[in-house]
């Protein structure tokens, strides 16, 4: 079983920056990999960027790639999500994933989600 708790959202004019963090509990964090995800209420639920269980791999949704960057720490069971050059449409709440195989950007392959922390780009 893992937990997972997204923090790190808020408000921020477009443009700017935020980073995401999700802080896990539970067995083998290290042996899952990790998604982030978003959506928009009304919409469906949209893949962002996951990485794999060494930090080895890494994929992007092609709307954030040259902008996102997911990391992970084993050592302290968390994954981030750098954000950079924020845009109004990338408002939407944003949950972290992990899957215990590989890394997908299939939200339904994966086991076990966080909450959710809201980012807000203004315009």
């Known amino acids: 079983q893992v937990q997972l708790v997204e923090s790190g959202g808020g408000l921020v004019q477009a443009g700017g920056s935020l980073r995401l963090s999700c802080a896990a509990s539970?067995?083998?964090?290290?042996?899952?990999?990790m998604g982030w995800f978003r959506q928009v209420p009304g919409k469906e639920r949209e893949f962002v960027a996951a990485i794999s269980w060494s930090g080895g791999n890494t994929y992007y949704a092609d709307s954030v790639k040259g902008r996102f960057t997911i990391s992970r720490n084993n050592a302290k069971n968390t994954v981030s999500l750098q954000m950079n050059s924020l845009k109004p449409e990338d408002t939407a709440v944003y949950y972290c994933a992990a899957n215990k195989l590989i890394a997908t950007q299939l939200g339904r392959e994966y086991d076990y989600w966080g909450q959710g922390t809201q980012v807000t780009v203004s315009s």
């Open positions: 539970g067995r083998s964090f290290s042996s899952y990999a």
